[in-house]
Structures are given as C-alpha cells and as structure tokens.
C-alpha cells in the first residue's frame, strides 16, 4: 500500500482570489512504513504573498523569485504521486488549490482524482474528537509530537509532521523522522530526496542460554501442574 501525506503553502487563502501555491511537500509511505523518499518543490507563483501567509510560513516574494513555476514542476509531482492514496490535512485545500493549478494550464485538465485517491485526515480527527481543535498543531500537541522547534510552517515539514499524526491516529507508530530531518531548512527544490532504508540498524538476535531454556521449562511445568495445562508448552 502506497501513501504519499501531502501539504502545500500558498500565497493565500483562497485560489478564486487569484492566490497561488508557493511549496509543495509530500513523504513516501508504503505499507505505513517510510521509504525515505520526499517531494518538495519551492514554485514562483508570479504574484505577491501575502503579508499575512509570510507570517505564517515565512517564505518571501525575494526568496521565490528564481524558482520555477508550477507548469515546470507538475509533471514531476504527478510521477511522484500517481497510483498512490494521497492525505492531506483539510485535503480541500490542497487538492482545490492543486486542481485550480492544474486548470489554469489547461482549461479542461484532469483533477487529482484522475491520478489518485484522496483521504482527509482533518474529517478523521473531527470524527476521533468531535468538538475540539483538530489543526494540524493541535493534533501534534494531542500525540505529544514535538513541535518545539518549529518557527514556521513549511510543506515538508508539514507533511513529515502530518505522517506522524496520521499513523498514530490510525494505529499507532512511533517517531517516523530523525530530529534534524524535522528542523532542516534546506532548500531541495529541484530533487527528490532518497534515503536508503539500508541505512537503519539491524536489531541484535539473542538467544536463550541452556540455564535459561532450564528455567523455563521449570515455570512451564509448574503452570501446567497447577492448571492442567500450559498453552505455551510443546505439545
């Protein structure tokens, strides 16, 4: 099972204004298990920010000025998410601001639902904890996800924190990120970053010592001495 947790930032808050996305961020998930595997595109969105969208994400007009548009990136963040379930956190908003992306190329373009399946975690909590704040740092807070080196809001850390919160609601996991991986602020705009699983160390196999199997089999036969039986013995 192929999970890609999306976020994106924009210049606002909403497309029919006129307001464009200016990050995209998404982590590989297969199997609920990271691949290492992460998308994030930095796009210059040909208009202002928002003073009030900078306060929260600080990416500035400056900073975005030499990045590509997303015509330039859209092919690759649909090779990066086709086939797969996407979940986002309020998925209307990114997959709205995504599909008026995607229209403003080409009057009759597909939306995402032509390439992916579409989950919101924000209907997941809501339904979880019915009345009370479920944001995306709500939810953090809820888990006790650390949070306390965030400044701002970014598309990758975003979807990195939002992986977290979404296993543990769904199951439980524990730490999917490196600390550093969580508080990085570098640039990857033009790459797809690839980390090797391989890198993860291999837990140690120990087996039991003959004194220990002894002591063992001593327990046994008192349980089934005193019950009748033992399910964890031979038969």
Known sequence: MRQIILDTETTGLEPEKG???IEIGCVELVNRQPTGNTFQRYINPNREVEAEAIAV???TNEFLRDKPTFAEVLNDLLSFINGAELIA????FDVGFINYEMRLLTKNAKTLDAYVTVFDTLALARKKFP???NTLDALCKRYKIDLSTR???GALLDAQLLAEAYLLMTGGQGSLFAEHELNSTD???STVAQKSNKNRSTLPIICA???EMLSHKNILATIKKSTGKCLWENA
């Open 131 to 133: 009345g009370q704040r």
């Open 89 to 92: 956190h309020n998925a209307a």
């Open 57 to 59: 994400h600080g990416i």
């Open 209 to 211: 010592n003959d004194t």
């Open 151 to 153: 400044k701002f809001h």
């Open 187 to 189: 640039e990857t705009n």
């Open 19 to 21: 307001h464009r996305i």
